[in-house]
Antibody, heavy 128, light 106 residues
Framework: QVQLQESGPGLVKPSQTLSLTCSVS??????????WSWVRQPAGKGLEWIGR???????NYNPSLKSRVRMSVDTSKNQFSLRLTSVTAADTAVYYC????????????????????WGRGTLVTVSS | DIQLTQSPSSLSASVGDRVTITCRAS??????LNWYQQKPGKAPILLVY???FLQTGVPSRFSGTRSGTGFTLTISSLQPEDVATYYC?????????FGPGTTVDI
């Protein structure tokens, strides 16, 4: 079955760049209409959608982070990545990668996107 | 951006109780609303997608419904393993915002 695993530094200095990679194993990475996404969660707080990327490289980002975030994909390694520049303590959070899938019923009716598989998450702390 | 509100923010119920959580969107999102369960220290798990479709493997005591811009997640008979925080999420328009969460305790 498909599994996602985040990796990257657990500690980043303020003003530097946070870089994380999500490795996808056990199933298709480029087939179908799935997107791949990043979500973060500061300690004790809710979930924040960061953005999504298709295996073609087409991406959408949360406007709240758009000027600082870039996602990329490496289909040869079944990986997608997140870069967040100019980080501050407010970027300290658990970062999750997730698969974004969609559903068409037997009549062909579209029923939207949903995040059906998640990585375990990785804690990134921004501190000097 | 589409904003989501959830009520209540927390609740405490007994084993076997029927529990209802409500999510309301700031604008019409058809049925592009998902529900997730998150236990402490764990990643979220998809429970319900497209407002009312139960994800494979999720117990049938969970169900989702829609009424206008309001959505409801119901646990028909609360079990000890259902202690968690529940989030709704809209996927009508990016950014795919989540609700603030509802914490369920026993």
């Amino acid at each position: 079955q498909v599994q996602l695993q985040e990796s990257g530094p657990g500690l980043v200095k303020p003003s530097q760049t946070l870089s994380l990679t999500c490795s996808v194993s056990g199933g298709p990475f480029t087939s179908g209409s799935s997107y791949w996404s990043w979500v973060r969660q500061p300690a004790g707080k809710g979930l924040e959608w960061i953005g999504r990327i298709y295996t073609s490289g087409s991406a959408n980002y949360n406007p709240s982070l758009k000027s600082r975030v870039r996602m990329s994909v490496d289909t040869s390694k079944n990986q997608f990545s997140l870069r967040l520049t100019s980080v501050t303590a407010a970027d300290t959070a658990v970062y999750y990668c997730a698969r974004v899938n969609n559903y068409y019923d037997s009549d062909g009716a579209y029923h939207g996107w949903f995040f059906d598989l998640w990585g375990r998450g990785t804690l990134v702390t921004v501190s000097s | 951006d589409i904003q989501l509100t959830q009520s209540p923010s927390s609740l405490s119920a007994s084993v076997g109780d029927r529990v209802t959580i409500t999510c309301r969107a700031s604008q019409y999102i058809l049925t592009y609303l998902n529900w997730y369960q998150q236990k402490p220290g764990k990643a979220p798990i998809l429970l319900v997608y497209a407002a009312s479709f139960l994800q494979t493997g999720v117990p049938s005591r969970f169900s989702g419904t829609r009424s206008g811009t309001g959505f409801t997640l119901t646990i028909s008979s609360l079990q000890p393993e259902d202690v968690a925080t529940y989030y709704c999420q809209q996927t009508d328009t990016t950014p795919f915002n989540f609700g603030p969460g509802t914490t369920v305790d026993i």
